[in-house]
């Protein structure tokens, strides 16, 4: 009787904890869907984060390894950002001579074609966010401060930001895309003037 009855209580505080997370995962869940269309405020709210990471890096001068992990991290998500979903260079419906297999939108004025990127922005928002949390959380830890020559990592990044920004412009260049898309156009009803005779006047003259 004392085993069940330690067997059961062990069940149902189990249980009870796997509710719990659960019903803490539905409530993250939702704050993220309520949140979806408010896309100002979510980039607003991950720049504070970034400015309260980037004033600890300066007061305290230290966790220069954290930060150049976090931008390293940030450069790799805006680079998913900036690719097509499906890529022109792998696409094997995609001919460069002929204009046969589906192309990416190159000017404003032509049919509307949304373009789908590889990182979609609220999933680079949210990966920007919690990269950014975290690296805020580690500035209070000491054993994350490695000493480093900061002005180093400082070129590196600079460097490595030129040469993938230099590739991404040339693959846009090559493929002729555009990674942003314009808004679908919107057709306004065309009202008839006053004066214009439409078909229920004609019935009501000839009755």
């Not at 680079?124 to 950014?132: A, G, I």
């Not at 180093?152 to 930001?161: N, R």
């Not at 214009?196 to 003259?205: E, K, L, R, T, Y």
């Amino acid at each position: 009787m004392m085993n069940e009855d330690s067997s059961s209580a062990t069940t149902s505080s189990g249980g009870g904890i796997k509710k719990f997370f659960q019903r803490l995962s539905q409530i993250y869940q939702s704050n993220l869907d309520r949140s979806t269309p408010h896309t100002r405020l979510r980039w607003g709210f991950a720049g504070f984060l970034l400015l309260l990471f980037v004033l600890r890096i300066f007061l305290y001068h230290g966790w220069y390894i954290v930060c150049y992990a976090l931008g390293i991290y940030h450069l790799n998500l805006f680079i998913a950002f900036l690719t097509p979903k499906i890529d022109p260079e792998f696409d094997p419906y995609s001919q460069d001579d002929e204009d046969e297999g589906p192309n990416l939108p190159t000017r404003s004025n032509e049919e509307f074609r949304p373009f789908i990127r590889r990182l979609p922005e609220f999933k680079f928002w949210l990966s920007v966010t919690k990269s950014t949390l975290i690296g805020l959380i580690c500035t209070f830890f000491e054993f994350f401060n490695v000493p480093v020559f900061w002005p180093i990592l400082v070129m590196y990044f600079i460097t490595l930001f030129c040469i993938t920004m230099k590739r991404q412009i040339k693959h846009m260049i090559k493929y002729k895309y555009l990674p942003f898309t314009r808004n679908k156009p919107r057709y306004q009803k065309v009202v008839n003037p006053a004066g214009a005779a439409g078909p229920n006047s004609v019935g009501a003259n000839s009755k």
